[in-house]
């Protein structure tokens, strides 16, 4: 970098050493830090995503043929989702077995990832994994292995918040989605009511008028489930799934993991083109030639076609699912690919970076789109504490859309941040806005290795105006908020003359007295403010760590309860690069 800008590198250790930054002249630098000493230099650089263009050149290298030419239909992808306890599980075990001819093998079946089942004529393949968990990681990742999601909602217990989730999920992948109606063997099961809370959801059943198919069904019982894959079938008609079945394969890695007598072992999802035995492929940074695949039920394969799931051996490394694999023209190109792969790939993790796909449109970056004459979609992911200001929010959100800027919820709620909603955001390319609420510290901790913007406002005003400015390109100075310590409440003391004490135990960093601090319940904000007083048993203390046990008071506040959390934070402020 120093030689492409005409300084030494003296020059950018000293700059980022004013700037707080410790690093050496070997040292890969962040994007931040490459992006503040151009910025100082008056210097023009453009972050590409490791590989991205070069990527393109790999996969040119591959010859990757992507033509549609001789395409003919081919098997519909499903991932089964929905509320923990609804049936998934069970579904999928079902639709498994009922496919298992008698006699065949004693029915024993390999959980592979995933796994293809025959109706009349026809086949779909099912991905094992259930939930929207594997779905959107893959996603982030810029692979979309599924067709059709089937919706598992049990009868008697209607929709719930992972139902919710699912919806948001499958929308924001633009994946048609059937609705399972489970457990109508159950008493209590209410079909009627589900579709309305469907409905209430924006997912209209037919017999509202809409178009979502929904099956009443029962996993325990079987009813419904051939009525499940003929629908299945008929939306993968209308979906007109095709891929060309003659040429390399490509596809994506499903599952991967090393397996002791095997070696590295990986189910693949082939996607076009048919895959055999013998091929060079690369799988990401992994690469070998395929000695030998198996279907779901361990019987050995020579070739697979489109919508095939496979557990294929002879990668030289275990994949991550979510990669791409191709079959290469030969051998030594296979072997390029994948080392110019693992180089990136150690590149971006020395620099701290995510790397992979991602970025897109943030509220920073919008004004970019926009200068650039494109049609801008900021996307966001719109959480808040309370309904009444989920709906305040959006309101005036929406009244910011301009011809070129175009805004769109990926999904909206009340409640704390979740990882839920970073992942989402991540594989969506959206920014997180949190009214009056926080995220947890998972969701913190995956924000920050995704690279997810979060945005937090506890003042409406600011939180248009900034989104506002986003549009116009003026964005200002943030105040980056760091949080420094967490405290569960664990009992509450009333102590006449002194007022009620939290008595906590720090979960983790530090607490101080005299520390900024929110009051969280439930990734609420309930109030904000200061310590006013801090104990360590009898004593009175500066500082409190990580697994200790401490007193609290704060000044003004004595709402407190059991469950609660106390957040601690510092403030710095970040200067914005326009
Ligand atoms: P998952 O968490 O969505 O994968 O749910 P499971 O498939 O593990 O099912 C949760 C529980 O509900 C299990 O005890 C199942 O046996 C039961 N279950 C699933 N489907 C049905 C059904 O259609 N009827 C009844 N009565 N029980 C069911």
């Given amino acids: 970098m120093a030689a492409r800008l005409n300084r030494s590198a003296a020059d950018i250790v000293r700059f980022l050493l004013q700037q707080g930054e410790m690093v050496t002249a070997t040292q890969s630098l962040s994007d931040d830090m490459i992006e503040l000493f151009a910025a100082e230099l008056?210097?023009?650089?453009?972050?590409?995503?490791?590989?991205?263009?070069?990527?393109e050149e790999l996969l040119r290298a591959l010859e990757v043929d992507l033509a549609d030419e001789g395409a003919q239909i081919r098997p519909a992808v499903v991932?089964?989702?929905?509320?923990?306890?609804?049936?998934?599980?069970?579904?999928?075990?079902?639709i498994r077995s009922s496919n298992v001819v008698e006699g065949e093998?004693?029915?024993i079946t390999q959980h592979i990832g995933a796994y293809q089942t025959t109706r009349g004529d026809h086949r779909i393949t099912f991905i094992d994994t259930p939930g929207h968990e594997a779905f959107t990681a893959m996603r982030a990742r810029g692979a979309q292995a599924t067709d059709v999601v089937v919706l598992v909602v049990a009868a008697d217990d209607g929709v719930m918040p992972q139902t919710a989730e699912a919806i948001d999920h499958a929308q924001a992948a633009d994946v048609p989605i059937i609705v399972a109606i489970n457990k109508m063997d159950r008493p209590g099961a209410d079909a009627d009511r589900v579709r309305a809370q469907l409905a209430e959801r924006g997912l209209v059943p037919e017999s509202y008028g809409g178009e979502v198919i929904t099956v009443p069904m029962s996993a325990m019982t079987g009813e419904g489930i051939d009525e499940l894959l003929d629908q299945i079938l008929l939306v993968a008609e209308l979906e007109e799934l095709t891929a060309?079945?003659?040429?390399?394969?490509?596809?994506?890695?499903?599952?991967?993991?090393?397996?002791?007598?095997r070696g590295p072992v990986a189910t693949v999802l082939v996607q076009r083109g048919t895959l055999r035995i013998g091929e060079p492929m690369v799988a990401g940074a992994a690469w070998g030639r395929v000695r030998a695949m198996t279907d779901d039920r361990g019987a050995p394969l020579s070739e697979a076609g489109p919508s095939m799931p496979v557990e294929v051996l002879g990668l030289g490394e275990v994949a991550r699912s979510g990669d791409l694999f191709v079959v290469a023209p030969d051998e030594k190109t296979a072997g390029k690919v994948a080392e110019t792969r693992e180089h990136w790939q150690r590149q971006a993790s020395l620099a701290g970076t995510a790397g992979g796909s991602g970025g897109g449109a943030r509220l920073e970056d919008i004004f970019k789109q926009v200068q650039a004459g494109e049609t801008a979609t900021l996307n966001l992911v719109l959480k808040a504490d309370v309904h009444g200001s989920l709906e305040a929010v959006t309101d005036?959100?929406?009244?910011?859309?301009?011809?070129?800027?175009?805004l769109s919820f990926v999904s909206r709620g009340v409640g704390g941040i979740n990882e839920n909603d970073v992942q989402l955001a991540a594989a969506s390319e959206a920014t997180i806005i949190g009214f009056n609420v926080r995220p947890d510290r998972n969701a913190r901790q995956t924000a920050e290795t995704e690279d997810v913007e979060v945005?937090?406002?506890?003042?409406?005003y600011d939180l248009i105006s900034d989104v506002q400015n986003a549009m116009v390109g003026l964005l200002e100075p943030e105040f980056e908020e760091i949080v420094v310590g967490e405290a569960q409440v664990r009992q509450v003391f009333r102590i006449s003359g002194v007022g009620p004490v939290a008595g906590c135990v720090v979960e983790h960093g530090n607490v101080r007295s005299g520390a900024?601090?929110?009051?969280?319940?439930?990734?609420?904000?309930?109030?904000?403010?200061?310590?006013?007083?801090?104990?360590?048993?009898?004593d009175d203390v500066a500082e409190v760590s990580a697994g200790m046990e401490c007193g609290i008071g704060l000044s003004d506040f004595s709402d407190l309860k059991e469950g609660d959390v106390i957040e601690t934070y510092t403030e710095r402020e970040i200067a914005r690069v326009a």
């Fill in 79 to 94: 991932t089964v989702m929905g509320h923990v306890d609804h049936g998934k599980t069970l579904l999928l075990d079902r």
């Fill in 455 to 460: 945005r937090l406002y506890e003042i409406i």
């Fill in 105 to 107: 093998a004693g029915g």
């Fill in 516 to 538: 900024k601090v929110r009051f969280l319940r439930d990734g609420t904000i309930i109030w904000k403010g200061a310590i006013s007083s801090l104990r360590h048993f009898q």
């Fill in 42 to 55: 008056g210097a023009e650089v453009r972050i590409t995503e490791p590989g991205a263009e070069q990527e």
């Fill in 244 to 261: 060309p079945a003659s040429g390399r394969a490509v596809g994506i890695v499903l599952e991967a993991h090393l397996d002791r007598g």
């Fill in 396 to 406: 005036s959100l929406r009244k910011l859309e301009r011809e070129d800027v175009k």
